[in-house]
């Protein structure tokens, strides 16, 4: 795995605050894996994350994601997408949560296609 696909914030004590990753696919890059400490949670930790990692690819990046997370993701310009839409690379771990865990959605942040 390239360090390069992950950010991760640290407290200036070297406590970790919050974690993701920007894993590239082909076509696109799935924003994946965004975790944030319990108690940093609605201080900005996670909205820093996504938008250094955001910064480094300009093209479609989508994600999987839990209803109660997507109006967070809908701030940097996410929008859901139809599951039947998603990229065929995505579509397995879809299921595998989809089933786990049940309603999931896809979100798309298009960027590649002047959107």
Known sequence: MDQG???VA???CGTILGCCRLRPYPEFCELASLAVDQDRRANGVGRAIVARLLERYPGDVYL???DHVMKFF?????RPVPAEDMPAGLEPKWRHFHFL????NVML???SHGA
């Not at 865990?101 to 999931?104: A, E, P, T």
């Open 101 to 104: 865990i049940g309603s999931m």
């Open 64 to 66: 999987i994601c839990e």
């Open 74 to 78: 809908s701030h940097f310009g996410f």
């Open 5 to 7: 696909q992950f950010v």
């Open 10 to 12: 640290e407290s200036e």
């Open 109 to 111: 942040l298009e960027r």
